[in-house]
Each structure stands twice: as structure tokens, then as C-alpha cells.
């Protein structure tokens, strides 16, 4: 993972070695709009924070850094008035509001696909039941509908088990939980 700041300001570099020191990632510095396109052209970030000066001064230039950026987090920082203490605060900020909710959409997403699974298996085990109900069914067909029903019981008592955390899950939310606390 890596930064990239884009300002023309005296002193970006060492503000960056400093940054890249408190973080434990690279930092990269773009002193234009012209470098930090090519640059972001180039790999991926994390984030991506432009001079807030830079970006009032040339808003057409931010724009295009902004439509460069991907899924880098963007920060619009004025570096004249931030240190690079406080910068590193903000990136730490983002990077964990990112991270948390990465992690609540990804618990919605499988929360989605547990809904719509029960629903599925429902279905599919009300249905296999009525046709085993029906008249004129065949041993054959109705021996493999029985499979089918049975089959659909188990995934539907699977699903309505309440799933266990492992133990690097149950570290992984607590501590996404104590980021965000801190972070706040």
C-alpha cells in the first residue's frame, strides 16, 4: 500500500519521509497535476491527497487527478496549514473508515446471500414435498424427490444454525470495532 501527494509546496519531500515513517508505507509526491496523472496511470494507491491550494487554484486539474485515482481514498489536504502530523492523522482516518466499511458491506453482502439462499431452499423444499404429496408420481422420480427434500432440509437447518465465528473473524471485527472507536 502507498500515498501519493500531489503539491507544489517546499519541503513535499520531507513532509513525505515523514509520512511514509509514521504510516510503514511508501509515500510518493507529485508536484503537478501533469505528474500525478501520469504517476496514478501507472499503479494504484491507497490514497491519493492533493494541496487544497492545488486544487482551488487549477479545479479542472483536481477533477482530473480525482478521475485518475480509482479506488484510492481522496483526501484534499491544504498543506499550508497541516503538518505533516496532522496529515498523517487524516490518512490513518480514512484508511480506517475504508476498512470499516469494506467490512460492513461485506458482512450486508453475505447477509444478502443468506436471505436470498433460505429463500431458495424454502422453495425448493415446499415444492419437492408437494410433489411428493401428488398422485401418480413415479417410485423412481418420487424415491429422487425424497433425496431432493432431504437435501433441502439440510442446507435449510444449516442455514438457520447460528455460524460461529472463527477465531480470526472474531479478532478481525474487534479489531475494525476498536479502530473505529479510536478513529472517532
Same mark, same amino acid.
Given at each position: 500500500?502507498?500515498?501519493?501527494? *500531489?503539491?507544489?509546496?517546499?519541503?513535499?519531500?520531507?513532509?513525505?519521509?515523514? *509520512?511514509?515513517?509514521?504510516?510503514?508505507?511508501?509515500?510518493?509526491?507529485?508536484?503537478?497535476?501533469?505528474?500525478?496523472?501520469?504517476?496514478?496511470?501507472?499503479?494504484?494507491?491507497?490514497?491519493? *491527497?492533493?494541496?487544497?491550494?492545488?486544487?482551488?487554484?487549477?479545479?479542472a486539474?483536481?477533477?482530473?487527478?480525482?478521475?485518475?485515482?480509482?479506488?484510492a481514498?481522496?483526501?484534499q489536504?491544504?498543506?499550508?496549514?497541516?503538518?505533516?502530523?496532522?496529515l498523517?492523522?487524516e490518512?490513518?482516518?480514512?484508511?480506517?473508515?475504508?476498512?470499516?466499511?469494506?467490512?460492513?458491506a461485506?458482512?450486508?453482502?453475505?447477509?444478502?446471500?443468506?436471505?436470498?439462499?433460505?429463500?431458495? *431452499?424454502?422453495?425448493?423444499?415446499?415444492?419437492?414435498?408437494?410433489?411428493?404429496?401428488?398422485?401418480?408420481?413415479?417410485?423412481?422420480?418420487?424415491?429422487?424427490?425424497?433425496?431432493?427434500?432431504?437435501?433441502a432440509?439440510t442446507?435449510?437447518?444449516?442455514?438457520?444454525?447460528?455460524?460461529?465465528?472463527?477465531?480470526?473473524?472474531?479478532r478481525?471485527?474487534?479489531?475494525i470495532?476498536e479502530?473505529?472507536?479510536n478513529?472517532?
Amino acid at each position: 500500500m502507498s500515498v501519493l501527494i *500531489v503539491t507544489g509546496i517546499d519541503g513535499a519531500r520531507n513532509c513525505a519521509a515523514a *509520512v511514509s515513517t509514521q504510516l510503514g508505507m511508501e509515500v510518493e509526491v507529485a508536484e503537478s497535476r501533469r505528474s500525478a496523472i501520469a504517476i496514478l496511470k501507472r499503479r494504484d494507491f491507497c490514497a491519493v *491527497v492533493v494541496d487544497e491550494t492545488m486544487a482551488e487554484c487549477d479545479p479542472a486539474g483536481a477533477e482530473a487527478i480525482w478521475a485518475q485515482t480509482g479506488l484510492a481514498i481522496p483526501l484534499q489536504i491544504n498543506f499550508a496549514l497541516s503538518g505533516a502530523m496532522r496529515l498523517v492523522r487524516e490518512i490513518k482516518a480514512a484508511l480506517h473508515r475504508r476498512e470499516r466499511e469494506q467490512a460492513l458491506a461485506s458482512m450486508a453482502a453475505a447477509a444478502a446471500i443468506e436471505t436470498e439462499l433460505k429463500s431458495t *431452499v424454502a422453495g425448493l423444499l415446499l415444492h419437492s414435498e408437494l410433489a411428493l404429496k401428488g398422485s401418480g408420481v413415479p417410485p423412481a422420480v418420487a424415491d429422487r424427490m425424497r433425496v431432493v427434500a432431504e437435501l433441502a432440509g439440510t442446507l435449510r437447518e444449516q442455514l438457520n444454525t447460528p455460524r460461529r465465528l472463527n477465531a480470526s473473524t472474531s479478532r478481525s471485527k474487534a479489531q475494525i470495532d476498536e479502530r473505529s472507536h479510536n478513529a472517532a
